[in-house]
């Protein structure tokens, strides 16, 4: 299966290739194309713990003011294709194209996240793959590419991309959490010079929420990041949550 990369076609309860390379369709619906090379650990990515905390923390309405700026920035028209590069338990992307009723595909490298997200949003495509090194959809195939908080292959992203799609990139801000890990840097001009080679930036804007959290909702934020910041038991307190939001129009080849 190393570098094959013909086109799958569903049989079933399977995807198969024209070189016979077969894929099993999971109970929740999801289809798991990451193979051995692609993965640095046996189980990349989100632990089934910080998918279920940051779930919490979605139907706590933490993310929802979130949501509402990525919705402003990208502007979704009906029917049209919605890529998630990193798209983790489908929150932002099953939001998007609910809104927008858009086509939605997400992929990510944690399995328990993917589970998660074709559990919740069955209406939509799930795929476990590893974005950092190919996205298993065809040149131009999309209207839209998003990359929250996650991984971000500009070459890959622009290859999937129309001529006039657009690409929206969600970083941490430097008030991101805060009151937990102190003023963070801004990654803003280092990521606008990473896709710089084949993106224009086209606007820029950021999406913030403060929260007060009680104790439980504290630990669900520490237990959904990958480095836990505190040690001591948790309490309540109000949170910042910031995003900086990059759009990107893709360069005329």
């Not at 190393?2 to 995807?15: I, S, V």
């Not at 940051?54 to 502007?75: C, N, T, Y």
């Not at 595909?105 to 209406?123: F, L, M, Q």
């Not at 998003?146 to 001529?163: A, D, K, P």
Request: hydrophobic share 40%.
């Amino acid at each position: 299966m190393r570098g094959c990369r013909e086109p799958l076609k569903r049989e079933e309860r399977r995807l198969v290739c024209p070189r016979n390379h077969s894929f099993d369709i999971a109970r929740s619906g999801y289809v798991n194309l990451l193979q051995p090379q692609d993965k640095r650990s046996k189980q990349p990515g989100d632990s089934a713990e910080a998918v279920a905390a940051r779930q919490r923390l979605h139907d706590r309405g933490v993310s929802a003011p979130l949501l509402k700026s990525i919705l402003d920035a990208i502007a979704v028209k009906p029917d049209e294709r919605i890529l998630d590069a990193s798209c983790g338990d489908g929150f932002y992307l099953a939001g998007l194209a609910r809104e927008a009723r858009a086509e939605a595909h997400g992929i990510d490298i944690s399995i328990p996240a993917v589970n998660a997200a074709a559990k919740r949003y069955p209406e939509f495509e799930w795929i476990v793959a590893n974005a950092d090194r190919f996205v298993p959809y065809e040149d131009a195939s999309f209207d839209v590419v998003l990359s929250i908080t996650g991984r971000m292959n500009s070459t890959e992203f622009r290859r999937v991309l129309h001529e006039d799609g657009r690409l929206l990139v969600a970083i941490p801000a430097p008030d991101d959490l805060k009151e937990l890990r102190g003023e963070g840097r801004d990654r803003s001009a280092r990521t606008i010079e990473d896709f710089a080679g084949e993106f224009t930036l086209v606007q820029r804007s950021v999406a913030a929420v403060s929260v007060d959290l009680d104790a439980a909702g504290v630990e669900d934020v520490l237990v959904s990041i990958y480095r836990p910041i505190r040690k001591e038991a948790p309490e309540a307190m109000r949170l910042t949550f910031s995003l900086d939001l990059l759009l990107f129009h893709p360069k005329r080849s």
